[in-house]
């Protein structure tokens, strides 16, 4: 079993709509979660942490996190043609190790 | 605040030359991480430093591959000899090593091995 598990996609959504990716973990202990978006070519750049149940907005952005269920979501409202990247999850584990997931595709189609 | 430099961004080798690759981490962060991105396997952990000292190397896929950090501005990705199959994108990244910070990426390093 993978540390993180994302569902690979790729995601299309119409411009204006939600984009909602998942992001399942194994190690039950983790407290730190995050969300990079990756664009073509560039490297992975933060664009949410969360550290308790809940939701947090930020703009756009809503991560929500589930520790009981394992479970972290980013959600993107109003979704616009330059959100098409990969989303990466990442969770930081009890040893201070980051484990990132594969990543979901998103395109937002105009 | 400048963020993690990597240097070289793009390196061109032949097969058997020996690449090494630069990072200095954001000033004040004092853990730094080395991974390898790739379309087949996507990004995987090579090597973790906190306070310049190896934590988990598990991730470095042999031994021609070696990491140091000789102090808390600097480190290296040694390969050598390098083999095709070791042309990837290498990212560099740092963090705060306590209290759960979030990663902060450099550029990468583009690595072609003909």
């Known amino acids: 079993q993978k540390e993180v598990e994302q569902n690979s996609g790729p995601l299309s959504v119409p411009e204006g709509a939600i984009a909602s990716l998942n992001c399942t973990y194994s190690?039950?202990?983790?407290?730190?979660f995050f969300w990079y978006r990756q664009y073509s070519g560039k490297s992975p750049e933060l664009i949410m942490s969360?550290?308790?149940?809940g939701d947090k907005e930020d703009g756009r952005f809503t991560a929500q996190l589930n520790k009981a269920s394992q479970y972290v979501s980013l959600l993107i409202r109003d979704s616009q043609p330059s959100d098409s990247a990969t989303y990466l999850c990442?969770?930081?584990?009890?040893?201070?190790?980051?484990?990132f997931g594969t990543g979901t595709s998103l395109t937002v189609i105009p | 605040d400048a963020g993690v430099i990597q240097s070289p961004r793009h390196e061109v080798t032949e097969m058997g030359q020996e690449v090494t690759l630069r990072c200095k981490p954001i000033s004040g962060h004092n853990s730094l991480f080395w991974y390898r991105q790739t379309m087949m396997r996507g990004l995987e952990l090579l090597i973790y430093?906190?306070?310049?000292?190896?934590?988990?190397d598990s991730g470095m896929p042999e031994d021609r591959f070696s990491a140091k950090m000789p102090n808390a501005s600097f480190s290296t990705l040694k390969i050598q000899p390098s083999e095709p199959r070791d042309s990837a994108v290498y990212f560099c990244?740092?963090?705060?090593?306590?209290?759960?910070?979030?990663?902060?990426f450099g550029p990468g390093t583009r690595l072609t091995v003909l």
């Open positions: 430093f906190n306070n310049n000292v190896p934590i988990d």
């Open positions: 990244a740092s963090s705060l090593g306590s209290s759960g910070r979030a990663q902060f």
């Open positions: 190690d039950r202990g983790s407290q730190s």
């Open positions: 969360i550290y308790s149940n």
């Open positions: 990442a969770v930081r584990g009890t040893g201070n190790q980051f484990y």
